[in-house]
């Protein structure tokens, strides 16, 4: 299996432009999570997904920032309009239900915002 | 309000002594804890886990210890190698009950390990 598969690697935008992250759980697992990491806060819980539902969004920022998973293969996180403040690595993990030994990452996506 | 800490950002040992990682909890619903290690322009990959009902866990040069009573948890990494230069996170289950029965990980900010050679 090639993990979880997350694209840009990099994104460099400007302030007020949208912003689309994309990520492809390892297939089979059934929770789908997206993490932002910031040098203060480290990782943070932004949102996940159990069998494409969203289940908790409580981290989510602000209104500016959605989320979407379609199918079971693909999820999205979008941020429109960004920020400089949304600077950060954004990860997205996928887990199956039960395993509780942890998440796999992907190699996460480095936003930056100017 | 951060529920799980990592008050360390940095930590610097010799190779072949103990690094010794901390990480303080608040909640006392949590009742499993991991360690995860993050190398530069990776995801976060699993080390070591322990669940509330020990109080240590080993794993080959890892071993995790749990002090419930100070809602505390440690690293130990010995011998510690070069190679296991990397940031560190905690993380802790629980306090968050959700319907479908997991619960998301909570992460500290890290710990950054150099292992002078």
């Known amino acids: 299996d090639a993990g979880v598969i997350q694209s840009p690697r990099h994104e460099v935008t400007e302030m007020g432009q949208e912003v689309t992250l994309r990520c492809k759980p390892i297939s089979g697992h059934d929770y789908l999570f997206w993490y932002r990491q910031t040098m203060m806060r480290g990782l943070e819980l932004l949102i996940y997904f159990n069998n494409n539902v969203p289940i908790d969004d409580s981290g989510m920022p602000e209104d500016r920032f959605s989320a979407k998973m379609p199918n079971a293969s693909f999820s999205t996180l979008k941020i429109q309009p960004s920020e400089p403040r949304d600077s950060a690595v954004y990860f997205c993990a996928s887990s199956l239900k039960g395993r509780r030994y942890g998440y796999t990452f992907g190699s996460g996506t480095r936003l930056t915002v100017v | 309000d951060q529920q799980v800490k990592q008050n360390s950002p940095s930590l610097s040992v010799q190779e072949g002594r103990i690094s010794i990682l901390n990480c303080d909890y608040t909640n006392s619903m949590f009742d499993y804890f991991l360690w995860y290690k993050k190398y530069p322009a990776e995801g976060p990959t699993f080390l070591i886990s322990?669940?509330?009902?020990?109080d240590k866990n080993e794993d080959g040069r890892f071993t995790v210890f749990l002090n419930k009573s100070a809602k505390h948890l440690s690293l130990h990494i010995v011998p510690s190698q070069p190679g296991d230069s990397a940031v560190y996170f905690c993380a802790a289950s629980g306090g968050r009950t959700m319907d479908t029965g997991r619960r998301a990980l909570t992460f500290g900010s890290g710990t950054r390990l150099q292992v002078q050679p």
């Open positions: 322990i669940s509330s009902i020990k």
